[in-house]
């Protein structure tokens, strides 16, 4: 059964606090790596896979798009987003990923924001996102980098003792973590199985990237510098032929 851990009151409140403040990984390393990868979206048909609270589709409607599907399991999530964004250019699914039905050459893009880390058969989404792409369109997608959803521990316990970098890497499959609320669930894959899923798929592979703090960034938030020994996020680009 999948977990719904954004309907859980505690974890929804304490998840919007956390978004609605946002000035960390999302706005500051996340976003701006995926914008600077995105296709342009006007006039263009394009499904958000896991929306959430709709950050990603305001983005996205300056561009004037045709046509925006927002995808979220958590109908919490969903109605939130639906009393902030009034759009006749949005549609809202709420439904697991995997039980959508993508359809065939329906979307210019799909993109993902911080979602697939839930997911445990990429291979099988991916390949429904493919079949949904229509010819030259593009998956765009980040996700928790492998590096730490291997360990999915803080970079410290309370006692100020750091914790191995990396630890069951070659382990792959479901994590619980305390983040928020107890017994978060998030699946680990690895890098070379993520990018095995893209490829399996039939899409091509155009770019990945870690983003990471620069020097400027870093005299904004000295915090981030945890981030040069563990890239917090990985981001990948694709398309179909």
Known sequence: MKQNIYDNPDFFAGYKALRDGDKGLNELLEQPAMRNLLIPVQDKTVLDMGCGLGHQILSLLQQKPMKITGLDISQKMLSEAQQRISSPKVDW?????????????????????????????????????????????????????????????????????????????????????????????????????IVEAILSAGLVLKNLKEPSSDQELLKLRPDFQQHLHRPPIVIMNSKKN
């Not at 065939?104 to 996102?129: A, E, G």
């Not at 410290?156 to 191995?164: A, L, S, V």
């Open 93 to 193: 699914v709420c439904s697991a990923l995997e039980d959508f039905d993508f359809g065939n050459n329906r979307f210019d893009l799909v993109i993902s924001s911080m979602t697939l880390h839930y997911i445990d058969d990429l291979t099988s989404l991916f390949q429904k996102v493919a079949d949904s792409l229509k010819p030259g369109g593009q998956f765009l997608f980040s996700m928790e980098h492998p590096v730490c959803t291997a360990t999915l521990k803080p970079w410290k316990d309370p006692d100020g003792e750091n914790y191995p970098l990396m630890n069951r890497y070659s382990e792959e499959g479901l994590r619980k973590q305390n983040w928020l609320v107890e017994g978060v669930e998030k699946y680990h894959h690895s890098l070379s199985t």
